[in-house]
């Protein structure tokens, strides 16, 4: 009874004070009260994987922002442009209070050294980070750009346009901006492997004096797809007989390769093709005998780089709920994203266990497009170790057309032309940073910024 009364007593209030607020009697951050306490789970300076809760005199909805040195939301200078960062988390409160648990890698981006509550656009608390917890200030090593599922020919705006032609170009003019060495891709450029979609990518490409490369996903197998239509226009300077420097390795079946420059400080990138586009039974294998051979043989050759390996379709969790790993979700109805690595192949264990023998990988997939703000389903879909020790698994979301779900959807809805998502990367001495990118407002996602140490 009591906690019914001062839930009607602080809903009158609110009311009450929105209105002085309107009339211009109160000042604006005077319409909430509200009392922020962060537990941080480790002592790691730039780790934001921590416990918020929000003591809040109304319920609903708070939003909170990383804050600059002047308390002010935190935006980010590059090249005379600016790129603002979202909101990093959404915290409800009912009956006065409420709570999250951030996912474990996620960060605190360079600059931020406030938590900034808001309600309504206003700021209602403020909360200074400590010292020791502030992501000190480093010059990055270099940088690259991530995105996944392309799609030519399979989306359309309104005046007819592929989304594609414009979601492609946007993306890598964005990582131009930020001065990226590599775009680097997991696949599924095309809707059914035509050719047309590898010579638009081809051309687009092209505008730009970074690489930007990708492996085969299960669209690019469909019906149309041919190997030497492939060679021909994908990954210029790596198919043909006078090689881009930096093209360390190329399999025999045509499309597998390695790459590392000189601007990428020894890293080194792994592009890993399916040749298979079937799913869900054990004999579907994705990858081949060879091709695991030749996997296995360039992972240990590199064992002492940092290695990022370009993969389509991402694997299950390894324990738990299965479909609950990096890559995938489940809604409260069951739902979520079906074609999945098939468990127990023959491929995929080996697959798998090779990357449980190397903490020196961070594997990239795409495939699902799950949007990144879907980790409210799944902690794990962006970002995951699994505390397996091996590789780290991330997952890209979809460049063309990223999914989301609620609790009580059926399937999902697609959001094309008015989503566009991938990551930039920023490599530091012995750690990464992923900044979650939103293309169409040219927006750093503050809650898929994490560091990855490797």
Not at 267 to 293: K, P
Not at 379 to 403: I, Q
């Amino acid at each position: 009874m009591f906690d019914t009364i001062r839930k009607l007593f602080a809903t009158i209030l609110s009311t009450l004070l929105a209105l002085m607020n309107m009339l211009g009697i109160l000042p604006e951050q005077s319409d909430y009260f509200v009392d922020t306490t962060v537990s941080y789970h480790n002592e790691q300076a730039g780790s934001a994987d921590a416990l918020i809760t929000l003591s809040a005199n109304a319920d609903g909805v708070y939003e909170l922002y990383w804050g600059n040195e002047k308390g002010k939301k935190l935006q980010r200078q590059v090249d005379g442009n600016t790129y603002d960062y979202s909101r990093f988390a959404e915290i409800e409160v009912l009956l006065g209070e409420g709570k999250l648990d951030l996912p474990d890698f996620t960060a605190i981006p360079y600059g931020a050294e406030y938590i900034l509550v808001c309600r309504d656009d206003i700021v209602v608390d403020r909360l200074a980070i400590e010292d020791h917890k502030v992501t000190p200030e480093t010059e990055s090593t270099y940088s690259f750009g991530v995105i996944s599922d392309l799609h030519f020919n399979r989306y359309d705006m309104e005046d007819g346009t592929d989304v594609a032609e414009t979601t492609f170009g946007r993306s890598l003019q964005f990582f131009d901006e930020f001065g990226v060495s590599i775009v680097a891709m997991p696949g599924d450029i095309s809707t059914d492997g035509e050719v047309e979609a590898f010579q638009t990518f081809n051309r687009i490409a092209g505008e730009f004096d970074f690489p930007v490369y990708t492996c085969t996903g299960n669209h690019d197998l469909h019906e149309k797809y041919r190997l030497e239509n492939w060679q021909a226009y994908m990954n210029a300077g790596v198919y043909g007989t006078e090689k881009k420097d930096g093209v360390l390795n190329v399999s025999d079946n045509g499309l597998d390769f390695v790459y590392s420059a000189d601007d990428t400080a020894g890293d080194v990138y792994i592009f890993l093709s399916q040749t298979s586009n079937n799913y869900g039974m054990l004999f579907n294998a994705l990858l081949t005998d060879a091709q695991l051979d030749w996997l296995a043989e360039q992972l240990e050759t590199y064992k002492e780089n940092r290695v990022y390996l370009f993969f389509h379709t991402f694997l299950n969790a390894p324990s738990g709920n299965p479909l609950m790993g990096a890559g995938n979700l489940v809604n409260d109805l069951g739902w979520s994203y079906p074609l999945f690595y098939t468990p127990g192949a023959s491929d995929e264990v080996r697959f798998r266990n090779l990357l449980r023998e190397y903490d020196n990988v961070v594997f990239f997939s795409g495939h699902s497009h799950w949007a990144y703000h879907m980790q409210s389903l799944n902690e794990h879909l962006n970002v995951a170790d699994y505390d397996e020790g091996g590789a780290t698994y991330v997952h890209v979301s979809s460049v063309s057309s990223p999914r989301t779900t609620d609790g009580f959807q059926i399937l999902w809805s697609g959001n094309d032309p008015g989503m566009s998502e991938g990551y930039l990367a920023e490599v530091y001495e012995d750690y990464i940073l992923l900044y979650g990118c939103d293309f169409v407002n040219s927006e750093l996602l503050a809650y898929a910024v994490y560091r990855i140490d490797v």
